[in-house]
């Protein structure tokens, strides 16, 4: 790969994947864009405006740029498409399928992501095998699988180089996410900061499959640099890292913040979302065939975002005063 364009470079994997690519490659290398004004989000490399859902503007932004691969993150999350089911239809499928039409023209690589949530109550739980039912119960879902499906029809119907991967909820200090039913496990990092206290919107012994950035993004790069005869999988692989309940995590960073307490208010919408995941993903195939491993469990997980967003905080305070 050596000219990348990113769509939703300002979303939750997107901001920590176009500074990882800018590091491996180069920024001249790297093509940040999302649907939001870049005098928004854009942190010092190439950022532009691009709305995927405009077929034309993708052409023209990958065939100017002289992209010869997209990571296509544009998508709307799980609870907030529960709330806005046909917008993020729309924005989910139609963002993707410009992509990958704009890839069978062009030649591009394609990676975009799919998810937990593309499984449903038939899958079993755990772990939740790599080849299964999927049968989701929310619209985040069928987008996911519906993606995986697209993806793998572009590869078998136009040659498509389309990879994918099965995230579990993702974990960062970078960017906040937005819309997750995963997002407690960031948000409860700010608040413990904030107010020493979080009020969950789980039940406290939910566990589900969860991830830290530094690994996904890890992940991600090391599947698309993979050599294509190395992978029986197009998408997508199933990927874990470790599993936890929001009781477990506040016992953790009670670790590092005694007086920390948390209280349980589950919202109906994210709990019954949380409760059709199931709780750990099978990834031994993206360990046989091109040598994923996790490195981060839960105490180190832990340990590094306190660490992240005191320096952050620091940083913030310093602009601030005008350090
Ligand atoms: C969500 N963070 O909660 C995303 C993710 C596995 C969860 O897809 O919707």
Wanted: net charge negative; charged share 20%; proline share 6%.
């Amino acid at each position: 790969m050596k000219r990348i364009v990113i769509t939703g470079a300002a979303g939750q994997i997107g901001t920590e994947l176009a500074a990882n690519l800018a590091d491996r490659y180069g920024s001249a290398a790297i093509l940040a864009t999302d649907v939001r004004d870049p005098a928004e989000w854009q942190n010092g490399g190439q950022a532009e405006q691009l709305d995927c859902m405009d077929l034309e503007a993708v052409r023209h932004t990958v065939v100017r740029f002289g992209a010869d691969a997209v990571f296509h993150l544009a998508a709307v999350l799980s609870a907030a498409a529960e709330a806005d089911p046909l917008r993020a239809y729309r924005i989910n499928m139609n963002g993707l399928v410009n992509v990958l039409h704009v890839a069978a023209e062009t030649g591009c690589r394609v990676f975009t992501p799919s998810s937990i949530a593309a499984f449903g109550p038939e899958t079993p739980r755990d772990p939740a095998p790599q080849s299964t039912v999927q049968r989701p119960t929310t619209m985040y879902g069928v987008t996911k699988v519906a993606g995986e499906l697209l993806c793998d029809y572009y590869h078998s119907r136009f040659g498509v180089d389309a990879r994918g991967l099965r995230f579990p909820g993702l974990i960062s200090y970078t960017a906040p996410p937005g819309g997750g039913t995963t997002d407690y496990a960031v948000d409860i990092f700010r608040a413990a900061l904030r107010e020493g206290r979080y009020t969950c919107f789980l039940n406290a012994d939910t566990r589900m499959d969860m991830m830290y950035m530094p690994d996904a993004i890890r992940a991600v790069i090391e599947l698309m640099e993979a050599p294509p005869d190395a992978l029986t999988h197009r998408n997508a692989y199933n990927v874990t890292a470790m599993q936890f309940t929001p009781a477990e995590l506040a016992a953790e960073i009670q670790r590092h913040m005694p007086a920390f307490l948390i209280d349980y208010s589950p919202d109906p919408v994210r709990q019954s979302i949380a409760d059709s995941w199931p709780a750990r993903l099978d990834d031994s195939e993206a360990r046989e065939q091109w040598g994923w491993r996790h490195r981060y469990e839960l105490p180190d997980m832990v340990a590094d975002m306190f660490r992240g967003l005191d320096s952050q905080t620091a940083r913030i305070e310093a602009g601030a005063a005008g350090r």
